[in-house]
């Protein structure tokens, strides 16, 4: 059974820094393509970035371009996002999601939005 389990949100300040991470079970990492989406009120979700582990593809979207960095430790089967110079316009819920590399690919996953399974989401707050 599929099931990814989001940590690492809070409330932080303006140009500070958050990692968020991404336990997955029922699967390996290399198999999938796993994404980071963000939902912030009255907003539609967007795909933050996205990677593909067994070719090492990443993307970013525009407006976290060289603030955020995605990674992933098959060790442990989790995936990070680093959040720095965080914004107050990057208060959302963020989600891990994924879906089967045969299907996908990072940017593919990251601007569709079309995860086949998804996380319970943690709240990231930017604040003074």
């Known amino acids: 059974q599929v099931q990814l389990v989001e940590s690492g949100g809070g409330l932080v300040q303006p140009g500070g820094s958050l990692r968020l991470s991404c336990a997955a079970s029922g699967f390996t990492l290399d198999d999938y393509v796993i994404g980071w989406f963000r939902q912030a009120p009255g907003k539609e979700r967007e795909g933050v970035s996205c990677i593909q582990a067994s070719i090492s593809a990443t993307f970013y979207t525009n407006s976290v371009e060289g603030r955020f960095s995605i990674s992933r430790d098959n060790a442990k089967n989790t995936v990070y996002l680093q959040m720095n110079s965080l914004k107050p316009e990057d208060t959302a819920v963020y989600y891990c999601?994924?879906?089967?590399?045969?299907?996908?690919?990072?940017?593919?996953?990251?601007?569709?939005?079309?995860?086949?399974?998804w996380g319970q989401g943690t709240q990231v707050t930017v604040s003074s």
């Open positions: 999601a994924a879906r089967h590399r045969v299907f996908t690919s990072s940017q593919a996953l990251c601007v569709t939005a079309n995860p086949r399974y």
